[in-house]
T-cell receptor, first 115, second 113 residues
Framework: GAGVSQSPSNKVTEKGKDVELRCDPI?????LYWYRQSLGQGLEFLIY????????KSGLPSDRFSAERTGGSVSTLTIQRTQQEDSAVYLC?????????????FGPGTRLTVL | GNSVTQMEGPVTLSEEAFLTINCTYT??????LFWYVQYPGEGLQLLLK?????DKGSNKGFEATYRKETTSFHLEKGSVQVSDSAVYFC????????????FGQGTTLQVKP
């Protein structure tokens, strides 16, 4: 069956450019999460959506990062004026509802490289 | 704040050896605990979980027991295979009850034939 998909799988950009990363969650999953996996920081939470609302944005590292979700489905993470420290793998996950006992299903990630 | 600490890797074992990957946590309240695995070239997937003290999670021959008294959730397997080579992440759910996960740094396991 269809899992969580992310696009692009790889993105190379120049410092200062804006990038958009896309996540398609599993159909029917109301909760959606973005995480970042980087060498120095491990796996870090970025933002959580319940439906189209983001009740927890506490992990976004700066105001250059933003995310939205539309139709309770697709989500886009936008990074403005990218910096080299933004280089990481960005992971998206979805679950039936934003509760601890609901398993999170992860996408394959988008590897972002900022030159 | 809540946090997870895992033993540093890489861990290198021969096939059929016994595996332990240590995980300890700091948390307020009573979080659920998880082990996720990332096989080479694949996405993160849930390996096992435990939701309360003394619960044992198990899957694919792996086990971990939620130990409240030692705040630990060590991953064990009696006999590893080459196909178990992967990165293993211990995690707990944030007390905000949104399902948001806090991960350890990950431990790379290499199993040699």
């Amino acid at each position: 069956g269809a899992g969580v998909s992310q696009s692009p799988s790889n993105k190379v950009t120049e410092k200062g450019k804006d990038v958009e990363l896309r996540c398609d969650p599993i159909s029917g999953h109301t909760a959606l999460y973005w995480y970042r996996q980087s060498l120095g920081q491990g796996l870090e939470f970025l933002i959580y959506f319940q439906g189209n609302s983001a009740p927890d944005k506490s992990g976004l590292p700066s105001d250059r990062f933003s995310a939205e979700r539309t139709g309770g489905s697709v989500s886009t993470l936008t990074i403005q004026r990218t910096q080299q420290e933004d280089s990481a793998v960005y992971l998206c996950a979805s679950s039936l509802a934003g509760l601890a006992y609901n398993e999170q299903f992860f996408g394959p990630g988008t590897r972002l490289t900022v030159l | 704040g809540n946090s997870v600490t895992q033993m540093e890797g890489p861990v290198t074992l021969s096939e059929e050896a016994f595996l332990t990957i240590n995980c300890t946590y700091t948390a307020t309240g009573y979080p659920s605990l998880f082990w996720y695995v990332q096989y080479p070239g694949e996405g993160l997937q849930l390996l096992l979980k435990a939701t309360k003290a003394d619960d044992k999670g198990s899957n694919k021959g792996f086990e971990a027991t939620y130990r409240k008294e030692t705040t630990s959730f060590h991953l064990e397997k009696g006999s590893v295979q080459v196909s178990d080579s992967a990165v293993y992440f211990c995690a707990l759910d944030d007390p905000s009850n949104t399902g948001k996960l806090i991960f350890g740094q990950g431990t790379t396991l290499q199993v040699k034939p």
